[in-house]
């Protein structure tokens, strides 16, 4: 894997957006998607729409990447 950021297109409620993230957020952003049962677009779109307007969106989806393996993490923890 790389540690070079990848770009790629999006489409965020019917615009085409271009997001650049790096080969390990992308694996995990694509499982997220899966794991919620969404298709990637609607992902980033609901991570879109919750993020803060100062907050780019490939850094709102690396820190709900984060977040999220974070909670499964405790839910693992507390199953213990």
Known sequence: MSGKPVKRS?????HRTSVSLEDAFWTAFRAMAKA?????????????????????????????ILNDLHAKLEDRRERL
């Open 10 to 14: 999006l489409t965020l409620r019917g």
């Open 36 to 64: 919620e049962g969404m298709a990637l677009n609607e992902l980033a779109a609901r991570i879109d729409e919750s993020r803060d307007p100062e907050v780019g969106l490939a850094s709102a989806i690396r820190v709900a």
